[in-house]
């Protein structure tokens, strides 16, 4: 990966600072509930915290990407006090393998049925997740494999999960800085199989369904209202086209930016990963989903890019999707719209506040649709929602 902004030691003695710095007080924010949640398993098993490092790291899979990458975009000089951060977020979507078989597809090997970007500001106030709609019609940059090796030419019109098949998260991150001229410092691919695991080890989140589904295609039957998802139901819900929204990529999106909110608004405004047994199981289940750079191939530099966010509120870490529109050539696939995306982008490379054209609809982890603020089952706004066929 191209060189990425100063973060906290990670030395021999990172699991002892990570737990001396546990130990201030409690927030809801990511890095110190991790943080403090380390240090409370410390405390409690003593020399086992040791073993349980090693484990973590032995869970997480390295990828070093380093020659597959070229022509890479620069970071503009930072006005923060570390600069900021890019993290490119890939779902890994292997067909074939178990838990992962989803919409009646196989034997297309591995794809990245989603990609998140998700950036945080030079200042450590804001967070933004940036989805790219799969269906999207790309000029796909040339892909290389990790000896440097040119493995697929440079082509137009190319979907953008292909890139994933091609050539991997580096082959993804390529035409994703040729695209947007934003440079990744670090990327994860999460495993869609492990992730079932990662949502049964908090128990469950909590979603609102308008509408009753019943999908045979996609495995999923629910009445309406607000649900607490399994896993494995979450792993469903949140890859299902059929049934909820209009069927495309676009309605999925905003599914799974809801979701993930919520998940995140689960693990830590109910102190839910406090709870050391939750917490060993978490991170389990995590490290084994996981496949990182370089850069990230410790939990300790883990927990150290965690501690980056600890001054972010929930309602700061907002999401939104790329600016689109459908492809006049093909109604089943979407463009991106050249100046509104562009500017987008744009600010992101310069670390900007996104304006309100882009944020109008957004999603972030404090206000989940028909889950937060009184929206739980049985509540009056709920039924009002329900009611109206709204999660709002």
């Not at 109604?331 to 882009?358: E, G, Y």
């Amino acid at each position: 990966m191209s060189a990425s902004p100063p973060e906290p030691s990670t030395s021999a003695d990172d699991s002892v600072a990570g737990k001396r710095k546990g130990k201030v007080k409690a927030r809801h924010t990511v890095g110190r509930v991790v943080l403090a949640t380390m240090t409370v398993i410390a405390l409690a098993t003593g020399v086992s915290v040791v073993y349980l490092y090693r484990h973590y790291n032995s869970n997480l899979t390295v990828l070093d990407t380093g020659a597959a990458l070229k022509n890479r975009p620069k970071h503009v000089a930072p006005t923060g006090p570390s600069g900021p951060i890019n993290i490119l977020v890939m779902g890994s979507d292997n067909r074939d393998a178990p838990g992962d078989h989803i919409d009646n597809l196989t034997g297309i090997g591995k794809r990245s049925d989603t990609t998140i970007l998700l950036h945080l500001s030079a200042d450590r106030q804001h967070a933004y997740g940036i989805s790219i709609p799969r269906d999207s019609v790309v000029h796909r940059a040339a892909c290389y494999d990790t000896t440097g090796k040119q493995i697929s030419a440079p082509t137009d019109g190319a979907m953008w999960n292909d890139a994933f098949n091609i050539g991997g998260p580096a082959c993804t991150i390529e035409q994703f800085e040729q695209l947007t001229h934003v440079p990744v410092d670090h990327f994860v691919v999460v495993d869609f199989a492990g992730f079932q695991a990662m949502v049964d080890a908090i128990g469950g989140v909590d979603v609102c369904i308008p509408h009753a589904v019943n999908d045979t295609i996609g495995h999923i039957t629910l009445p309406a209202g607000t649900h607490k998802l399994s896993g494995m139901q979450a792993l469903d819900y949140v890859r299902e086209r059929e049934a909820l929204g209009n069927g495309s990529d676009i309605g999925r999106i905003k599914r799974q930016q809801a979701f993930i909110a919520s998940m995140a608004h689960t693990a830590i405004s109910a102190n839910t990963l406090a709870n050391p047994l939750h917490l060993t199981r978490f991170l389990d289940a995590t490290t084994k989903s996981l496949t990182v750079d370089t850069g990230l191939k410790s939990i300790a530099k883990l927990v150290g890019l965690a501690y980056q966010f600890r001054h972010i509120g929930l309602n700061k870490i907002q999401f939104v999707t790329t600016p689109w529109m459908a492809d006049p050539t093909n109604a089943n696939r979407v463009v991106w719209q050249t100046q509104p995306a562009a500017a987008m982008w744009n600010d992101i490379a310069h670390d900007r506040l996104l304006p309100k054209s882009i944020l109008s609809g957004s999603i972030n982890a404090k206000h989940i649709p028909g889950v937060t603020h009184n929206h739980k089952p049985g509540s009056s706004q709920a039924a009002a929602n329900l009611a109206n066929g709204l999660c709002a």
